[in-house]
């Protein structure tokens, strides 16, 4: 025989406080996501500003580059809005005389098309 060395009111008072802890939890997520929809232009201002000082970052942070190419490949994206928008990094830039210059990543470019890192 399996002998308990906790009451049953222990028992209770465990499930009790996970109970409440999941109910706080599910509150703050529902909260959010309300918050997130009521709100939704000034989160896609914040999220594009965001996005806007990566894109000039980009050479500045290895990891922020490669979460940068991750998004684009993944979403199948160049920029924010558009390809662009690369002409707010420095490299990128146009009146640069960089090998970048006027290009964009090459998370940009179409996979059936890149042979390099500069789209061709």
Known sequence: ???STQSTGEN???LQVFATSLVILFLGEAAVGILAFVMKEKV??????HMFDAIKAYR???DLRDAVNVAQRTFKCCGVRNFTDWQENVYFKCCNEGIESCGVPYSCCKMDLQVNLFCG
């Open 1 to 3: 025989a399996v002998v």
């Open 60 to 62: 500045d942070d290895s």
């Open 44 to 49: 896609r201002e914040v999220v594009e500003e």
């Open 12 to 14: 209770v008072k465990f």
